[in-house]
């Protein structure tokens, strides 16, 4: 049976709807707004697609806001466009983007103190209690592969034992997210933190720029092709 075309669109809204005013952790104290929303440019249709799902380990909410924007001169922002640029073929419409916790673990804005590099990543107790918003998230996109930025990215998407993150980096890992009734299994292809690129403009060959474009390339190539496997397959739902 395919899906209600709106049916992942009312979930993503429930889910914001239910964490917005989220008090389990410390980061609500100063919150003023949720990291919470797709790629830049994504059309909200009925018939949301999700190719890629990228989870950040840290964030502010002024580079969020800036990156959504399309406006690409945020921290983050920029790295995220400037990795997608570098694939031509990569259907950003048709990306999620999203964090270990809803809320920023600083108020950063562009040109503010402290730079990103230096951003707290969300304390462990934060994590634990946004992860069930995070793996309903990712139940409701329904991405064909995570990409998961940093180690604590990893920790947050893994609910027991996750893998090491140095051995991982560049490798295609399956996670287990638990469903209401069975578990369903997702590819993640692990790569460096937003902050490691932030700090280093090596885009030489071997570098953690190239490193992390090869990581990227391996996830949408994965991802489109299954999809095109899934479409093929009589009675599939391609969306």
Request: proline fraction near 6%; charged fraction near 20%.
């Amino acid at each position: 049976m395919s899906r209600d075309p709106w049916e992942a669109q009312r979930e993503l809204l429930q889910i914001q709807q239910s964490y917005e005013g989220c008090t389990k952790c410390h980061l609500h104290e100063e919150r003023t707004g949720i990291i919470y929303g797709p790629w830049s440019g994504i059309k909200q249709t009925a018939q949301l697609r999700t190719h890629l799902m990228f989870v950040s380990d840290r964030h502010s909410l002024g580079a969020l806001d800036t990156f959504k924007a399309g406006l690409g001169d945020s921290e983050y922002g920029g790295i995220l466009l400037s990795l997608a640029e570098q694939m031509p073929d990569l259907d950003t419409e048709s990306c999620w983007f999203t964090s270990l916790t809803l809320c920023p673990t600083a108020l950063v804005f562009h040109g503010q103190w402290p730079p990103v590099e230096i951003m707290p990543i969300a304390k462990k107790a934060a994590m634990d209690a946004c992860r069930a918003r995070l793996h309903a998230e990712v139940l409701a996109v329904n991405p064909e592969v995570i990409v998961a930025f940093g180690n604590a990215s990893v920790k947050a998407l893994w609910p027991k034992v996750p893998p090491k993150f140095l051995t991982s980096i560049g490798e295609l890992r399956e996670v287990q997210i638990p469903g209401k009734l069975v578990s369903r299994t997702f590819p993640v292809m692990v790569t460096n933190s937003l902050s490691d690129l932030y700090r280093n403009g090596d885009d030489s060959n071997g570098g953690v720029w190239e490193r992390t474009y090869t990581h990227l390339a391996i996830a949408n190539s994965v991802a489109s092709y299954m999809r095109s496997t899934r479409a093929a397959s009589p009675g599939s739902n391609s969306e």
